[in-house]
């Protein structure tokens, strides 16, 4: 579970999401999210907003397995760029190279 960085006296008694003038997709988000969870709006945004680090986190531990090929971690990759929004995975080789014996 996240663990609030704020004090106290910086976190508000509400937060407003506003749902108009264009942003009526958030309500329908909102309204998916309370049925995937099965909660109220309020903590359905909130366990949303925790699993979407934890989702990071995880796609970045699967592409870092060294028994997945190149392919299939490129192939996963496109697929966490597809479904997670705001999320760009590139992959990258690490090469390292180490001195000689001569």
């Not at 003038?21 to 309370?34: K, L, M, P, T």
């Not at 099965?38 to 366990?47: L, M």
Request: some cysteine.
């Amino acid at each position: 579970m996240f663990t609030s960085m704020a004090t106290n006296d910086e976190i508000p008694g509400s937060v407003r999401i506003r749902t108009g003038d264009g942003n009526e997709w958030r309500y329908d988000a909102i309204e998916a999210a309370s049925r995937y969870y099965d909660a109220n709006r309020s903590d359905s945004v909130a366990y949303a907003c925790e699993d979407v680090t934890g989702a990071v986190a995880f796609v970045q531990d699967v592409l870092k397995r060294e028994d997945l090929t190149v392919a299939q971690r490129q192939e996963l990759a496109a697929l966490a760029n597809k479904h997670l929004r705001g999320v760009d995975v590139d992959l990258v080789d690490d090469v390292h190279v180490e001195p000689g014996d001569d």
